[in-house]
């Protein structure tokens, strides 16, 4: 029931933006694309979330393409707190399918 | 307001006990998901809960159940334990509104459940 695809993980230098993206080729209409990030096996922590528009909040910006087909997400300035498994998730009637991730290690 | 508190933290059991996990959602959220974590398969829905009916369901044999009470509060229950069920088990808690701004779920610090 995979509904999403990611790189399995991505390096990125402190201090530069991470770009993480994400392909959701069979999204419907009224879905809504979340992301969410996991340390250290903690309860997964909420990001940002978005249907059509592009989003940004004091965490992070959401990119999604016009065809709704995939997704960035924009961590503008990596720090060494930011290494994580961020997750990208089709939100189908409630169910949060969460795929594999990316395993982004930010660098010094 | 108090985070999704999950209740208890880490837990031991034998093959062929039975557990009870608790759950006590955000003030205001009528919805609970439950989620299984472990290495090989990741994280896996278990199944939804909004005001006290179960909604969604995913695709875990029937030793997994769970419940909702009046205040929203969930409890999931694992009979006949096995030994691949040890994993960490995450609850969530929403306003419960899918295709809607307003959805977004806040996860617990989880119960860690080892079997032995």
């Known amino acids: 029931d995979a509904k999403t695809t990611q790189p399995p993980s991505m390096d990125c230098a402190e201090g530069r933006a991470a770009n993480l993206p994400c392909n959701h080729s069979?999204?419907?209409?009224?879905?809504?694309v979340y992301w969410y990030r996991q340390i250290h096996s903690q309860g997964p922590q909420y990001i940002i979330h978005g249907l059509k528009n592009n989003e940004t909040n004091e965490m992070a910006s959401l990119i999604i393409t016009e065809d709704r087909k995939s997704s960035t997400l924009i961590l503008p300035h990596a720090t060494l707190r930011d290494t994580a498994v961020y997750y990208c998730?089709?939100?189908?009637?409630?169910?949060?399918?969460f795929g594999t991730g990316t395993s982004l290690t930010v660098i010094p | 307001k108090a985070g999704v508190t999950q209740t208890p933290r880490y837990l031991i059991k034998t093959r062929g006990q039975q557990v009870t996990l608790s759950c006590s959602p955000i003030?205001?959220?009528?919805?609970v998901s439950w989620y299984q974590q472990t290495p090989g398969q990741g994280l896996q829905f278990l199944f939804e809960y909004f005001s006290e009916t179960q909604r969604n369901k995913g695709n875990f044999p029937g030793r997994f159940s769970g419940r909702q009470f009046s205040n929203s509060r969930s409890e999931m229950n694992v009979s006949t334990l096995e030994l691949g069920d040890s994993a960490l088990y995450l609850c969530?808690?929403?306003?419960?509104?899918?295709?809607?701004?307003?959805?977004?779920?806040?996860f617990g610090a989880g119960t860690r459940l080892s079997v032995l």
């Open positions: 969530a808690s929403s306003l419960g509104f899918p295709g809607t701004d307003k959805n977004i779920q806040y």
């Open positions: 998730i089709v939100n189908s009637r409630n169910q949060f399918y």
């Open positions: 069979t999204i419907s209409g009224n879905e809504y």
């Open positions: 003030s205001g959220h009528r919805s």
